[in-house]
């Protein structure tokens, strides 16, 4: 089992600027695509923004050139910088990892992290 844990949420003013984590441990981190999803309340899960195993990256429209996904599998963690922070980003912000790739449609999902809570406010 791969376990993940994200971290980062938290309160943040519109316009600034947020980096989450998704840390894994259990299983060998390198061998898998991790995506980060986004639920808000009244909305169904989103599939914001991917990174395959070999370092190449997917975004959804909605996030295009905010957010920025990355990984150091020297840490085993995946990071999701978020700049330019609106109201319609806050929500829960989960990671997700597959062997290889994670569609955003989360279709091919294996493991689920807790989810970490941002909020955007001022």
């Known amino acids: 089992q791969l376990q993940l844990v994200e971290s980062g949420g938290g309160l943040v003013q519109p316009g600034g600027s947020l980096r989450l984590s998704c840390t894994g441990s259990?299983?060998?981190?390198?061998?898998?695509?991790v995506g980060w999803f986004r639920q808000v309340p009244g909305k169904e899960r989103e599939g914001i923004a991917s990174?395959?195993?070999?370092?190449?990256?997917e975004y959804s429209d909605s996030v295009q050139g905010r957010f920025t996904i990355s990984r150091d599998d020297a840490k085993n963690t995946v990071y999701m910088q978020i700049n330019s922070l609106e109201a319609e980003d806050a929500g829960v912000y989960y990671c997700?990892?597959?062997?290889?790739?994670?569609?955003?449609?989360?279709?091919?999902?294996?493991?689920w992290g807790r989810g970490t809570h941002v909020t955007v406010s001022s």
């Open positions: 990174i395959r195993n070999s370092g190449g990256t």
């Open positions: 997700a990892a597959s062997a290889v790739v994670v569609s955003l449609d989360s279709a091919n999902v294996q493991y």
């Open positions: 259990g299983l060998p981190f390198d061998l898998f695509g």
